[in-house]
């Protein structure tokens, strides 16, 4: 079991940039392989970024490559996502995943079983 709590959103201008992070508590961290979805108003939830459970290991969406970069600290059990150069197209909530079941993460949203309860990023043209 796994509490995640997200926070870092906000409104910024296109161009700008944002931290994101994800607080968890319970299990050992590093037991999890970890990503980051979001979704959009009338959209799928789609994967944005995964991170394995060392931190070795990483995967993006192609749009999102060059511009986000994922990270963990696994001894302050947090999660990041440094977006950079954002545009309004990455409007959406973001939310982090943990999946207790592998070491590398995947991209389908059915293989975490743990969600945080997301936070808003607004990007303005």
């Known amino acids: 079991q796994v509490l995640l709590v997200e926070s870092g959103g906000g409104l910024v201008q296109a161009g700008g940039s944002l931290r994101l992070s994800c607080a968890a508590s319970?299990?050992?961290?590093?037991?999890?392989?970890m990503a980051w979805f979001r979704q959009a108003p009338g959209k799928e939830r789609e994967f944005v970024a995964g991170?394995?459970?060392?931190?070795?290991?990483?995967s993006y969406k192609d749009s999102v490559r060059g511009r986000f970069t994922i990270s963990r600290d696994n001894a302050k059990n947090t999660l990041y996502l440094q977006m950079n150069s954002l545009k309004p197209e990455d409007t959406a909530v973001y939310h982090c995943?943990?999946?207790?079941?592998?070491?590398?993460?995947?991209?389908?949203?059915?293989?975490?079983?743990?969600w945080g309860q997301g936070t808003q990023v607004t990007v303005s043209s």
């Open positions: 319970g299990r050992p961290f590093n037991t999890y392989a």
């Open positions: 995943a943990a999946d207790g079941g592998r070491t590398i993460p995947t991209t389908l949203p059915r293989t975490y079983g743990y």
């Open positions: 991170i394995s459970r060392s931190g070795g290991s990483t």
